[in-house]
C-alpha cells in the first residue's frame, strides 16, 4: 500500500481537489502552515552555509525576467490578454514547495531555497513596476502596497521554517535529528496541500465563465507548453551544473497563488486562468517525475536482488 501511494498520491490529491473542491476550497487558509511544516521538515536537511547565490541562479534569474518580457512580446500581436497571461507564467517567483520536490527527486535543496528566496523577493520589487506598465489598468495599488503584500505572504513561510531549523538544531540535536529523519512526513502534508490548492483553483477556474472559450483554450495551451518548457529549460541548465533537477524545480515550479494575486491587481482578469491552470500543469508534472524515480527506484532494487 505504501508503495502504492508514494507513485500516485499526488495524482490521487488532484482528483479529490477537482472532484470535492467546493467543499475543500474553504481549508485554503490551512496552506502556508503546511507549507511552513513541510520546509521545517525540509530544511533540517540544510545547513545556513548551503544557502549562496552562484552562477547557476544568475541564467535562471535571467530567463525568469527577460523570458516574461520576451513572451509577452511575442504573444501581444495575437491577443493582449494571451500575452499578458503567458508572461506572468514565466515572470512567477519558484514555489516555495519547490525545494520539498527537489528533495523528493534527490535534488539540491539548498540550490532550489536560496533561488525560491531570491526569486521571490525580487519579485516583490519587480513586479508591481513591471506589471503596472505593461497592465495599463489604473490600479491604484502603490508600489509600497504591492511589497508589502508579497514579502508578508512569501517570506515568512519561506524563512521562517529555515530559523526555526537552525535554532532546532542549536537547542536540541536529539529533536533535530528525530525531525530529519521524517521527511515522508513532508511528502504526506505536500499531497494534503496540493488537494487544497487544486480544489481552490478548480473553484476559481470554475466561476471565470466568461463565455469567451477560443481564447481560454488558447491561454491553457501556453500555460501547458511554457509549463513544459521551464521545466526542460531548468533541467538543461541545471545539468550543466550537476543540478538538474534544482534547475528543472527552480525554473518550472511557480508560485501560482502570488501570480494569481499579481494578475488580478495588474492585469486583465481573465489572463489569471493562465496561472491558475499552472498549477494543475506542474503538479502533473511534479506526479510524473516522483512516479518516475519511484519507478526507478524499483527496477534497481530488484535488479540488485
Known amino acids: 500500500m505504501k508503495r502504492f501511494l ?5 495524482l490521487i490529491a488532484m482528483v479529490i481537489g477537482i472532484g470535492f473542491y467546493r467543499p475543500l476550497s474553504v481549508l485554503s487558509p490551512l496552506t502556508p502552515f503546511l507549507l511552513s511544516t513541510m520546509l521545517f521538515i525540509t530544511y533540517t536537511r540544510v545547513s545556513w552555509h548551503d544557502i549562496r547565490l552562484t552562477k547557476f ?6 530567463i525568469q525576467y527577460v523570458g516574461s518580457a520576451a513572451v509577452y512580446l511575442l504573444l501581444r500581436p495575437l491577443n493582449e490578454i494571451l500575452a499578458q497571461s503567458a508572461m506572468i507564467c514565466v515572470l ?18 539548498s540550490a532550489v531555497a536560496a533561488y525560491s528566496m531570491i526569486s521571490n523577493l525580487l519579485v516583490a520589487f519587480i513586479a508591481p513596476l513591471f506589471l503596472s506598465v505593461v497592465g495599463h489598468t489604473g490600479s491604484e495599488v502603490s508600489f509600497a502596497v504591492s511589497f508589502w503584500y508579497i514579502f508578508k505572504k512569501v517570506m515568512p513561510v519561506l524563512i521562517l521554517p529555515f530559523v526555526c ?12 535529528k528525530k525531525v530529519q529523519s521524517a521527511q515522508i512526513v513532508s511528502f504526506y502534508l505536500w499531497a494534503i496541500a496540493i488537494t487544497i490548492v487544486i480544489a481552490g ?3 476559481f477556474v470554475v466561476e471565470q465563465n466568461t463565455g469567451s472559450y477560443t481564447l ?5 495551451l501556453a500555460s501547458l507548453i511554457i509549463c513544459l518548457l521551464q521545466f526542460v529549460a531548468g533541467r538543461k541548465i541545471g545539468a550543466a551544473f550537476g543540478r538538474a533537477v534544482a534547475g528543472g524545480q527552480s525554473l518550472g515550479q511557480k508560485n501560482t497563488i502570488l501570480a494569481i494575486w499579481l494578475t488580478q491587481t495588474y492585469l486583465h482578469p481573465l489572463a489569471s486562468l493562465g496561472p491558475g491552470l499552472y498549477v494543475l500543469w506542474q503538479n502533473l508534472v511534479n506526479s510524473y517525475q516522483i512516479w518516475l524515480k519511484k519507478h526507478q527506484e524499483e527496477k534497481a532494487a530488484t535488479s540488485s536482488s
Open 6 to 10: 508514494d507513485k500516485y498520491l499526488l
Open 57 to 62: 541562479h544568475y541564467i535562471l534569474l535571467g
Open 92 to 109: 512567477a517567483p519558484t514555489a516555495t514547495s519547490a525545494p520539498v520536490v527537489a528533495g523528493l527527486l534527490g535534488g539540491s535543496i
Open 165 to 176: 531549523a537552525l535554532l532546532l538544531r542549536k537547542v536540541s540535536h536529539k529533536a533535530y
Open 201 to 203: 483553483v478548480t473553484r
Open 216 to 220: 481560454e483554450i488558447f491561454i491553457a
